[in-house]
């Protein structure tokens, strides 16, 4: 009986996650898939997306790096603050956060006069994208580097010291490897959410064609304008990626383990 | 020679030493938890002593208000569990010394190997630490402390880690090859026969303070 309830429930959940997936790519067709890859929207939103995410990528791993490393190693004042602010980003609704971002770096935002004095503006342009994506993104990186930095022996730096290294070449001679399946991971989570970022980027950078149109929101417009075969293309190739992502994520975690 | 006149503030207890360890080997004994350890991790700068001064052959290592870093003091250390780098092979564990000065490739692998045939186990040099044995591990661990001729070496309770057959045999390897370095050397061990086997000078530490000190590893009572 509650073996036969456990059955049921499974089968609908995973059906639910299923069957909209599989709806998706049956609504692709292959002959047209090509073409409508092909096309100036779909190649201006790949290129946005691949430009932005490896810029995003860059920023995530060039910041949360040394982040994640304090917050594993350091004890510091407020530290249990910063750990928690870091983290808060994941559960913020997207469009909250893109709304965020346009109050502290739009033209009326806390950041805009001195940005217009410099004659600088983010919102609404490619790197508004790339900021966009960053804030919703790094929490990932910076979770899991954070928990793989913890998980290295301090013996293994401090035999590294002993040994006559410094503290930066220990760091990328012994920590780094040590922690790069944990490393590996959040930099394929943070990417993926980044990626798939829509809310955030619609609020802060908008939705213009080859400057801040992302696939997200190429595929977004393609069912507003009627183009379903764009929307339901781009879509799969969304969702091909994400699959990819999973299965990485998972090897990944299972040599970090 | 190193010097110490040191202070350090433990949980349960005041280390507050002033000792000499000349040129070979003096075994550090004394009960588990008697500061030992914390005595060689302020010699390899690992741990800062709160006051008092720390000097190698002359080279202030501890001083007044100023602390050399543990990666510029040239003092090996051979870990209780050995520390092996796992994910590099014995060899470039062994090499790690050499390349931290800057020792190109082929001159740190020719030497890594030296010392891998010098302590017999040559034959593992492209093996990962996770698949030898403790008394290789050891080995290993060994080697990777000298092959880059430190000034001093220490090692913490290097056979606790090792099972009694093994643990004889590496007892008499160890101190021949400890003996002929010619730099001051410091053996911690809580175990009594360690402190019999090396017939070395002791230095005997309880609670933080050292409470005898003896020429070599003869009991006074006998």
Redesign the interface.
């Given at each position: 009986m509650i073996r036969a309830a456990v059955a049921v429930a499974s089968a609908v959940l995973v059906l639910f996650i299923a069957v909209p997936l599989v709806a998706l790519y049956a609504h692709v067709a292959p002959s047209r898939l090509g073409a409508t890859l092909a096309s100036a929207p779909a190649l201006a939103a790949l290129r946005i997306s691949l430009v932005t995410t490896a810029a995003s990528l860059a920023l995530t791993l060039a910041l949360g790096t040394p982040l994640a490393y304090a917050l594993a190693r350091s004890r510091f004042p407020g530290r249990g603050f910063v750990d928690a602010l870091v983290d808060l980003p994941i559960v913020v609704p997207p469009a909250v956060a893109g709304l965020a971002l346009l109050f502290a770096f739009g033209t009326l935002g806390a950041f805009g006069p001195a940005l217009e004095a410099l004659h600088v503006r983010i919102a609404f342009t490619t790197f508004a994208v790339v900021l966009a994506q960053l804030f919703v993104g790094a929490p990932f990186y910076v979770r899991a580097a954070r928990a793989g930095f913890a998980a290295v022996?301090p013996?293994?730096e401090?035999?590294?010291?002993?040994?006559?290294?410094?503290?930066l070449?220990?760091f990328a001679r012994?920590t780094v490897?040590?922690a790069l399946p944990a490393l590996a991971g959040g930099a394929v989570l943070a990417w993926a959410r980044a990626l798939g970022e829509f809310g955030a980027t619609i609020m802060f950078a908008g939705n213009l064609q080859g400057v801040t149109q992302t696939l997200p929101l190429a595929v977004y417009l393609g069912l507003e304008s009627g183009d379903l075969d764009l929307a339901a293309a781009l879509a799969a190739v969304l969702v091909t990626i994400a699959l990819a992502v999973v299965v990485a994520a998972r090897i990944l975690e299972r040599r970090a383990a | 020679m190193i010097e110490i006149a040191a202070r350090k503030v433990l949980r349960e207890f005041v280390l507050e030493v002033d000792v000499r360890f000349g040129t070979g080997v003096t075994v550090l004994a004394g009960p588990s938890g008697s500061g030992k350890s914390t005595l060689l991790r302020i010699v390899a700068g690992l741990v800062r002593p709160d006051a008092g001064r720390v000097v190698l052959d002359g080279r202030v290592l501890d001083g007044t208000g100023a602390s050399l870093a543990a990666f510029r003091r040239d003092v090996a250390y051979v870990f209780q569990e050995y520390a092996l780098f796992p994910h590099l092979t014995v060899r470039e564990n062994v090499a790690f010394g050499l390349a931290a000065r800057g020792v190109p490739r082929v001159r740190r692998d020719v030497a890594a190997l030296g010392w891998l045939e010098r302590l017999g186990i040559a034959a593992l040099r492209d093996a990962r630490p996770a698949t030898l044995s403790g008394g290789e591990r050891q080995r290993v661990a060994l080697a990777r402390a000298l092959a880059w001729a430190p000034r001093a070496v220490l090692l913490d309770e290097p056979f606790a880690a090792l099972d009694e057959a093994t643990r004889a045999r590496v007892r008499a390897e160890l101190r021949a090859t400890l003996t002929a370095l010619g730099v001051p050397v410091v053996l911690v061990t809580h175990d009594e026969s360690d402190v019999e086997a090396f017939a070395a000078p002791v230095v005997r530490l309880e609670r933080g303070r050292v409470v005898t000190e003896r020429e070599n590893g003869a009991s006074p009572e006998v």
């Open positions: 022996d013996v293994y401090d035999a590294s010291a002993t040994l006559g290294m410094g503290p070449r220990t012994v490897p040590l | -």
